[in-house]
């Protein structure tokens, strides 16, 4: 046989077979139908703002608060802004912050619904705080998205600052039920960018369901947040309030410092008990 007719026929029986598979494949792909639950999800987390604003427009009765991941899909744009703020991306950070903004508007969005009822977006948002490089322009653009989504919330009938997720909060665990303890935990500039617009958290500075939980002070304690602890001592923050979640002994803020391994904490707050360190509130 020829052997150009030999090469011929070696083509025709391998090759067209794979290009047959690869059609079949990219078909399957076309042919997939995704729910706008699931676009949503998929737009959110690129911050496709203009496919965002076009699928909320046409369809109008899905449900927009969360689909079939833990994540919501206001979650998965600060990801996405976290990301592209810590890259200097300023044209995708002002994607994602239109993003959520775009879908937080929407007459569907619900605050107190989420996947695994651990945490709300803004309790996301500022827990992610401390995953923001530390540069002022960066951490500028982070409170600016957080300023936003309080802005809105702020026009929601229901919206409540002090909304705790209640039976869900495992403080021991990292799981603030609150905002403020959020920020208490985690938190530097949101800390103060929830006081100075909300000054009821510093009347009610101490506030918990019971004491057995955690008050804001013990959370930057347990999670040796010095910067929240000296504000909220210079607030008035109560660091002798009783706590029943475990053994303490002595002092019970103390005690929960000391138990976690915070020596630089447990130094703070013995010192500040002595009267040997000055410690200031917002700027």
């Known amino acids: 046989m020829n052997p150009k007719t030999i090469i011929l026929l070696l083509w025709i029986t391998n090759v067209i077979p794979i290009c047959c598979q690869v059609g079949s494949t990219n078909l399957d792909w076309d042919n997939l139908e995704y729910t706008s639950t699931k676009k949503l999800e998929i737009f959110a987390k690129g911050c496709n703002l203009y496919q ?23 979650q998965l744009a600060i990801d996405a802004f976290i990301k592209a703020n810590n890259n200097n991306e ?43 490089v530390k540069n002022n322009e960066i951490i500028q653009r982070f409170e600016f998205l957080l300023y936003t989504m309080l802005t809105i919330l702020d026009t929601k009938v229901d919206f409540d600052i002090n909304y705790s997720i209640g039976t869900y909060v495992d403080p021991l665990n990292g799981n603030p039920g609150t905002a403020f303890e959020a920020s208490s935990a985690f938190g530097t500039a949101s800390f103060c960018l929830l006081t100075k617009k909300y000054p009821i958290l510093l009347e009610e500075i101490d506030k918990r369901s019971g004491d057995n939980k955690f008050t804001p002070l013990m959370f930057a304690a347990r999670f040796n947040n010095l910067y929240t602890a000296e504000r909220l001592l210079f607030y008035g923050a109560d660091y002798l309030k009783k706590f029943t979640g475990y053994q303490v002994n002595g002092i019970p803020i103390i005690g929960i410092s000391r138990r976690a391994g915070q020596t630089t904490m447990t130094k703070l707050l013995t010192d500040y008990k002595d009267g040997k360190v000055h410690v200031t509130g917002c700027k």
């Open 90 to 132: 300023l044209w995708k950070c002002d994607q994602c912050i239109n993003s959520v903004a775009y879908i937080m508007k929407d007459k569907r969005y619900n605050y107190k619904l989420q996947p695994l009822r651990t945490q709300t977006d803004l309790i996301y948002a500022i827990k992610r705080e401390k995953d923001v």
């Open 52 to 74: 965002i604003e076009r699928l909320l427009k046409n369809d109008t009765i899905f449900e927009i608060n969360y689909g079939q991941i833990t994540l919501t899909p206001i």
